[in-house]
């Protein structure tokens, strides 16, 4: 028999240890491909966020660009309708002002 601090362990003990550690490795290596897995869909993740901002920005940048072209529009419309109602209010006045000429005698 031996004496002191360490004894021989069993052969059943031994192999119940070396079962556990085993099944400890398992488990370990489980949730490491778990993590590696979550790790793989947060890097895609990523890239689609990331390529989301870009496609936004250029959203956005083309919205501005529309904006101003749509005031453009806008303004010659205005600006426009200001001609034809000019024309209109020159041809009545010269209109007005024939008939009073022509009623006149000139």
């Known amino acids: 028999m031996e004496t002191g601090i360490t004894s021989a362990i069993q052969r059943n003990e031994h192999e119940e240890f070396a079962r556990r550690i085993t099944e400890e490795n398992e488990r370990q290596n489980h949730r490491l491909a778990v993590l590696e897995e979550n790790t793989r869909r947060l890097e895609k993740l990523n890239v689609s966020i990331e390529r989301l ?54």
């Open 53 to 106: 901002a870009v496609n936004m920005e250029n959203m956005l940048k083309e919205q501005l660009h529309q904006g101003r072209r749509l005031e453009q529009l806008e303004a010659r419309d205005g600006e426009l309708w200001r001609k034809v109602l000019a024309h209109a209010v020159t041809t009545a006045v010269g209109a007005v002002l024939g008939y009073l000429l022509l009623q006149a005698g000139i």
